[in-house]
């Protein structure tokens, strides 16, 4: 990696990241991997990371602990409380594909499903080899490609993830998973719908506000938004800590508060305690082009929104 000044914070979970505050649209909005991650490893194979045995052997060993650890947490939150309701709400509203369309079907997230899925994406996830919030939330992931058909889109080469603080053995069991990890931290500015026919799926568990922020600026039209779903923090949540705050106050989350009201947004319920507090707060959102004002109304000036 390089100058370490110029990493993200995306997330609180596992181990200890690196560099300052997470870096809003407004900045250099990529940054090159020379390396896999701090301490070696070649990059890249295709768009995902490989390791160089002279830099950093991989660790079969570990990987296979890893791997372990995360078929547990498969397991294990297959029988939970809340994987039941979450799934059972993604179903109740038709979110994902695979899946008969739920009664008075047109609602956002059925709308944004019957157009397929074309990439997953997953920022934030942590190191599942030092955390098990972050194997939790794999497991959250693997579940959801097997339930709804979603593991075609990682065998198509379209899943995608990227967390600074991955390691070669996270990478290596993220790989076997069908996920790459991409040469770029995007800081969350990527546009959806580009790798092919249908929407993209951001999977963001506890990613920071201005992720969530730059990911709507990226995609702030009336044609892009509706390609976007979100699988991450409550939308709501934000409005209701942010409703009383100054306009100009640091950190405010200005597309998040804007969007708000164009915004389906399906509460996928609170976890159990321990590790499964990963799924706080967690809500699956979609932006259904026929509620979205005409590319005419100035809504769509960022610069207002901002302002």
């Not at 995306?10 to 990241?17: A, F, N, T, Y």
């Amino acid at each position: 990696m390089g100058d370490s000044s110029e990493w993200t914070v995306v997330g609180g979970k596992g181990s200890k990241r690196k560099g300052g505050k997470q870096k809003s649209l407004s900045l250099k909005a990529a940054q090159a991997l020379s390396a896999a991650q701090e301490g070696g490893g070649t990059c890249c194979d295709g768009d995902h990371f490989t390791f160089d045995a002279k830099t950093e052997p991989l660790n079969l060993k570990k990987v296979a602990s890893v791997e372990s650890k995360v078929e547990t947490a498969v397991a294990a939150l297959r029988q939970t409380r809340i994987y039941h309701e979450l799934s059972a709400e993604l179903d109740r509203h038709g979110c994902l594909p695979q899946k008969a369309p739920p009664s008075g079907a047109g609602n956002g997230c059925w709308m944004w499903a019957a157009s397929g899925v074309a990439e997953l994406v997953m920022y934030g996830l942590g190191s599942p080899a030092n955390s098990k919030v972050s194997q939790a939330q794999l497991a959250l992931a693997d579940l959801l490609m097997v339930e709804y058909g979603l593991a075609s889109v990682a065998a198509a080469g379209r899943a995608w993830t990227y967390d600074p603080v991955l390691e070669a053995s996270d990478l290596e069991v993220l790989h076997r998973r069908g996920w790459q990890a991409l040469k770029t931290n995007e800081n969350g500015a990527r546009v959806a719908g580009e790798n092919g026919p249908g929407g993209s799926l951001f999977y963001m568990p506890h990613c920071e506000a201005v992720l969530y922020d730059n990911l709507l600026r990226a995609n702030w039209t009336r044609q892009k938004l509706p390609r976007l779903a979100i699988l991450g923090n409550s939308f709501q949540m934000y409005v209701d800590r942010w409703d009383f705050k100054a306009r100009d106050a640091i950190g405010r989350p200005h597309f998040i508060l804007a969007v708000i009201k164009y915004t389906s947004e399906i509460v996928l319920g609170n976890a159990d305690a321990g590790e499964l507090q990963g799924f706080n707060d967690m809500s699956f959102h979609t932006f259904a082009e026929p509620t979205l004002p005409e590319m005419s109304d100035p809504f769509w000036n960022a610069n207002i929104i901002i302002g």
